[in-house]
């Protein structure tokens, strides 16, 4: 028998060095992670620096939530695993966050898109414009109708698509542009061709040219107006749209009928010189 357990068996109490004793002959010796049962119920669990329960050695039993982290002391968060931030670290990612700019978007605002539906029908109708001369000029007058009607029902279009989705300023400046163009091409294209009298076609254009130039320059001796259509306007619009149609289609049909014709021409003069002239009336008006 060893001197140790000499003086265990005579109940000496054995120092506190927080070393285990040594197992006796024949003992196996602890396992890791328990104390001996030598009553010493402060034995710690080994790196948790926690009390193990009394006879037993082990740690006692956390709930999940109650667990903690080792060497850090703080709480593991359920399911996880994982140690919480300190709240000080939490405040500081929060303000963090809360100082970052909001990102931004690389697709443009609506007001200032480019490639939407409504403009590349607008585009199309202004690249119809020259086919749409060449087929007068070629006396292909069919052909020619039918490509002034897709264009007036395009422009109905993308009107309408321009009004639900909500219109662009690309789109303001391209839709009339377009709709200019293909009015003053025809009347020209067909002045030259002997269809309609030439004093129209120059009276149509220089209207369009003195609506235009006047806004413009206006604008650039700082005098800028907002100009609104008018339903005079509106009218001659119509009709210009009614006479070139019906030219065309007339002709389409091999059909003559003079007198529809001049009926149609004075029409035009009539609304293309009350529309000019209202216009120069209330851009001259003083507000």
């Known amino acids: 028998m060893t001197a140790w357990g000499t003086v265990s068996r005579a109940g000496l109490e054995m120092p506190d060095t927080g070393l285990a004793p040594p197992p006796e002959p024949g003992q196996a010796p602890p396992a890791a ?4 049962a030598t009553g010493n119920s402060d034995a710690r669990a080994p790196k948790t620096g926690q009390a193990t329960q009394p006879g037993t050695g082990h740690a006692p039993s956390l709930g999940t939530s109650d667990a903690l ?10 399911e996880t695993g994982q140690a919480h931030l300190p709240r000080a670290t939490q405040a ?11 990102r931004t978007s690389q697709t443009p605002e609506p007001g200032h898109a480019i490639f939407t539906l409504p403009n590349v029908i607008s585009f199309a109708r202004l690249c119809v414009v020259p086919l749409a001369i ?7 007058f069919a052909a020619a109708f039918a490509c002034f009607v897709a264009a007036g029902i395009s422009d109905a279009i993308d009107g309408w698509l321009a009004r639900r989705r909500g219109g662009t300023a690309l789109g303001a400046v391209l839709d009339p542009l377009a709709d200019k163009a293909l009015m003053i091409g025809m009347f020209v294209t067909l002045a030259a061709t002997a269809q309609l009298p030439d004093w129209l076609a120059i009276l149509v254009v220089f209207r369009d040219m003195v609506i235009v130039g006047g806004v413009a320059l206006l604008w650039i001796t700082s005098h800028p107006v907002a100009i609104r259509p008018l339903r005079i306007s509106k009218l001659n619009t119509g009709l210009q749209i009614g006479l070139v149609a019906l030219v065309l289609g007339l002709n389409a049909l091999g059909l003559g009928l003079p007198s529809l014709r001049w009926a149609a021409v004075i029409l035009v003069t009539a609304s293309t010189l009350a529309s000019g002239a209202a216009y120069v009336v209330r851009t001259a008006r003083p507000a």
């Open 92 to 102: 500081s990612s929060l303000r963090t966050a809360q100082e970052l700019p909001p």
């Open 134 to 140: 060449w087929l007068v000029l070629h006396q292909r």
């Open 69 to 78: 982290a080792p060497e850090t002391g703080h709480a593991i968060p359920p």
């Open 33 to 36: 992670g328990q104390a001996l």
